[in-house]
């Protein structure tokens, strides 16, 4: 893990504290929840001098797998402009995720809080539009 690393979680981690309890897991990973959506944030180096964020959400999980979700998604309901949702078949049902990775240097608070509130918010959406509340 590069130095840069470290400052870009340090960085994501007081803009999303504005918003959210944060946990900072022993390798760096921050995790949150934000409208029922749990997130982890993880940085890595893509290759050397490629220091980016990912940001994975657990939109739902254990959908009834009679439903059509996966048709549902393809077709755009909750898009965003920030993430890229996927659906898996799991033995309960379908789950589905919302990833998004950025190279994030130089970012600061206000704009790395930005950033990640426009892709929760995409999985906060799409999260709405599959689960009944």
């Known amino acids: 893990m590069t ?12 803009a999303l504290e504005r918003f959210h309890d944060v946990t900072a897991d022993e390798d760096g990973a921050l995790t949150f929840a934000h409208g029922g959506v749990v997130c982890a944030l ?5 290759e050397e001098g490629l220091p980016v ?3 994975t959400c657990v939109v739902a999980w254990d959908l009834p797998a009679e ?4 048709t549902q998604v393809a077709m755009g309901v909750g898009e965003g402009l920030f993430g890229t949702p996927r659906v898996i078949r799991g033995e309960a049902g379908w789950d ?6 950025f ?4 970012l600061d608070e206000k704009a790395m809080g930005t ?3 426009l892709v929760v918010s995409g999985a906060s959406t799409l999260r709405a539009a599959l689960v009944p509340e």
């Open 103 to 106: 190279p994030a240097v130089g």
């Open 53 to 55: 964020l990912n940001l």
């Open 115 to 117: 950033l990640l509130m």
């Open 42 to 46: 993880q940085g890595m180096e893509l």
């Open 67 to 70: 439903s059509d979700v996966p």
């Open 3 to 14: 130095e840069t690393i470290p400052q870009m979680l340090a960085v994501a981690k007081a």
């Open 96 to 101: 589905v995720t919302w990833r998004y990775a």
